[in-house]
């Protein structure tokens, strides 16, 4: 088992460029399956899941070629609609490869998706969505079995923004028969990422980024060539990196329309945040005493983002008094704070609410990444950490984050990766 080992308690320093969005890449990377065609994705961040989902294509038949730059998708030769179930359980991804599949073959079996334990995260959603624009699913021994003649447009409402539900149903939706509706869509900066992708091999999709979006079916699609955009998330977790460590950095390669709500909680702790005119680099300055803050509730985006709670609640930890966070979005992601508490933190656990009391210094401690972002939680409190942090199970963490250790120590940090 794989861990990183920390000496806390050096300054960052310098310049991170921010690596491609894996809630992007997942998606596109599915979606290569529906033109029949050649998919170049360039900018994609260069992770363990990425890597599930290629193999996952592979093994239905799709030739992908990856190197440093691009990950090329040539999907015309598709030979199964039966999704390996030992890959769909490692990543909760997999099931993005539902509606692009219905959209080109109009079937697949596929079992239900494992991934990370932050909550039930049933997909109901998906399923009430494809049902309304006529796929026949049957669920039996842990599997769904989905079939459908040709697709037809719908008027689909979401119960809640469901960022999977709303891109499933987006990708099934481009060769549908008709026009389809996506009321109460999520608006995630990953849905207009996905959008583009589409647009670009020839879909017409209008309103990502919105509550509605409007997608007229065509009749086939061509070969495509797209960048990922930056991740928000791994921008939001260096920059709280920076903050806990009280270490001024910039990073580039970030759009900040996409982190506003972080960088407005970053700023109630103290830290000063210089946006660049050219708009795509953030430098960080944070104060020497960080500030409690009274909220924070994550809520679908543009809301404070439930990907970034648990590294918040690391930075909180060290602030001078008491903060409060709600968790609204997953009802088991507070499994970081146990491990936390080892290390030092002082925080209360009430169903959703957390209260965390700051206390002046965390200690070095061993402890286990539970979850991805629970996992780089641990990392940066071990940054910020008197002493040494060994941060076990670090697969969880190399889901998300492309090289965190070497991305950590390019900013001078003093962690390494030991198998
Ligand atoms: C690959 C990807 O993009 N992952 C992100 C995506 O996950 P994901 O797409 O799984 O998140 P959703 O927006 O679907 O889930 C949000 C909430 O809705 C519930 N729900 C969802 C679908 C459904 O059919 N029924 C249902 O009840 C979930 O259990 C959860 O409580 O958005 C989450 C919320 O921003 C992020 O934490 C994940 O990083
Ligand atoms: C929960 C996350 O991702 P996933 O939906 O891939 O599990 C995440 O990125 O924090």
């Known amino acids: 088992m794989s861990k990183y080992l920390i000496n806390g308690g050096k ?72 999704i390996d179930e030992s890959l769909v359980r490692e990543m909760r991804s997999s099931i993005f490869l ?21 909550g039930h995260r049933p997909i109901d959603l998906h399923l009430k969505g494809l049902r309304e624009m006529g796929v026949k699913i049957s ?18 409402h979401l119960d809640y923004p469901s960022v999977g539900a709303t891109e499933n149903i987006m990708l099934s939706a481009v060769l549908a028969n008709g026009k389809t509706y996506i009321r109460n869509a999520a608006k995630e900066p990953e849905i207009v990422d996905l959008q ?39 921008a939001g977790t260096i920059l709280a990196a920076a903050a ?17 709500s972080v960088i407005s909680k970053l700023k109630e702790v103290g830290c000063m945040i210089l946006e660049k005119e050219n708009k795509d680099e953030i430098k960080i300055i944070p104060p020497t005493i960080l500030k409690p803050v009274d909220i924070i ?3 679908p985006y543009p809301g404070f983002p439930t990907d970034m709670q648990p590294q918040f609640m690391s930075l909180l930890s060290l602030a001078q008094g008491t903060s409060i966070v709600t968790e609204t979005v997953f009802e088991n992601r507070f499994k970081h704070t146990e491990e936390l508490m080892r290390m030092g933190a002082k925080i209360k656990v009430d169903g959703r609410v957390a209260v965390i009391k700051g206390v002046n210094e965390l200690t070095g401690a061993k402890v286990e990444a539970k979850d991805l972002r629970g996992g780089a939680a ?29 991305m950590l120590r390019k900013l001078g940090a003093d962690i390494k990766r030991i198998d």
């Not at 806990?244 to 506003?260: F, G, L, R, W």
């Not at 641990?378 to 070497?406: M, W």
């Open 196 to 234: 583009e992708y589409l647009n670009a091999m020839g879909a017409k999709v209008n309103g990502a980024g919105t509550s509605v979006i409007e997608i007229i079916g065509v009749d086939s699609l061509s070969d495509v060539n797209h960048r990922i955009i930056p991740d928000r998330i791994v």
């Open 297 to 299: 509730r994550t809520l």
């Open 139 to 156: 669920e039996s021994h842990g599997f769904l079995e989905c079939s459908v003649d040709h697709l037809k447009g719908a008027e689909i």
């Open 378 to 406: 641990l990392v940066i409190a071990g940054l910020a950490a008197e002493g040494t942090t060994i941060v076990e199970n670090i697969k969880h963490i190399e889901r998300g984050y492309d090289k965190f250790d070497l």
């Open 11 to 82: 300054k960052l320093k310098g310049e991170l460029e921010i690596s491609g969005a894996k809630n992007a890449v997942l998606p596109i990377l599915a979606a290569s399956v529906i033109n029949g065609g050649k998919s170049v994705i360039n900018g994609f961040p260069d992770l363990r899941d990425v890597d599930i989902m290629i193999e996952i294509l592979k093994s239905i038949g799709c030739r992908v070629k990856k190197s440093s730059k691009s990950i090329i998708v040539d999907s015309k030769n598709i030979f199964t609609q039966e």
């Open 244 to 260: 806990i460590t009280k270490s001024e950095i910039t990073i580039t390669n970030v759009i900040q329309d996409h982190i506003v």
């Open 98 to 118: 539902m509606g692009p599949m219905l959209a080109r073959f109009g079937k697949i079996k596929i079992s239900y998706p494992g991934g990370c334990e932050i």
